[in-house]
Nanobody, 128 residues
């Protein structure tokens, strides 16, 4: 089993920045694809960003390209989501997820991963 715990969510003003963290524990996730997804009130969960198991490939939703960046600390089994120029439309619960069972299949397209494990989420609110 893998446990994922997100942190870093907060309320910020439009144009502000946040960095979310996701720490993994339990079984190793060293060779996993990592991803961030979000769910806004009244909407379905949607893909935000992903990084391949090697770290060589990333993928982003069109709505966050150029503003968000995913990264990993392989030594700490932790992933991050750097969010800049935040907009009210970014308000959502942000979830971390990993694909531990078949990461090689999406080495070049991590956004297509099938997520095995999920965190409980962290709330991001963008409001003036």
């Amino acid at each position: 089993q893998v446990q994922l715990v997100e942190s870093g969510g907060a309320e910020v003003q439009p144009g502000g920045s946040l960095r979310l963290s996701c720490a993994a524990s339990g079984q190793t996730v060293a060779l996993s694809t990592w991803g961030w997804l979000r769910q806004a009130p009244g909407k379905e969960r949607e893909f935000v960003a992903a990084m391949s198991w090697s770290g060589r490939s990333t993928a982003y939703a069109d709505s966050v390209k150029g503003r968000f960046a995913i990264s990993r600390d392989f030594d700490k089994d932790t992933a991050y989501l750097e969010m800049n120029r935040l907009e009210p439309e970014d308000t959502a619960i942000y979830f971390c997820a990993v694909d531990r069972s078949n990461p090689l299949a999406t080495s070049d397209a991590p956004g297509s991963a099938r997520w095995d494990y999920w965190g409980r989420g962290t709330q991001v609110t963008v409001s003036s």
